[in-house]
């Protein structure tokens, strides 16, 4: 199983980037998705999931800039983040089931 993140890069503050990742040798349409972001030294923690019927919940922090969406078609998961803050900068990670992507770092200057 692979999972290829991309979309991350450098953005100031108000801007927008998309994040997508690309599932590899998984029936993806069964699994709940999501994205995760950590801080240095800290844990990951849920910025949005989206399971296998649609159903989507955010992270307080991100609700009504964030949003998550799967192309199972494609086996491709995104987040469309809108309106940046600089307290975003972290690196994204996706996951699928209990299977993680390599992580996208995403960079929003003040």
């Known amino acids: 199983v692979q999972l290829q993140a991309s979309g991350g890069g450098s953005v100031q503050a108000g801007g927008s980037l998309r994040l997508s990742c690309k599932a590899i040798g998984i029936n993806f349409k069964i699994y709940d998705v999501a994205w995760y972001r950590q801080p240095p030294g800290q844990q990951r923690d849920l910025v949005a999931r989206?399971?296998?019927?649609?159903?989507?919940d955010y992270a307080d922090s991100v609700k009504g800039r964030f949003t998550i969406s799967r192309d199972n078609a494609r086996r491709t998961v995104y987040l469309q983040m809108n309106s940046l803050k600089p307290e975003d900068t972290d690196r994204y990670y996706c996951s699928v089931g209990q299977h993680w992507g390599q992580g996208t770092l995403v960079t929003v200057s003040s």
């Open positions: 989206i399971n296998s019927s649609g159903s989507t």
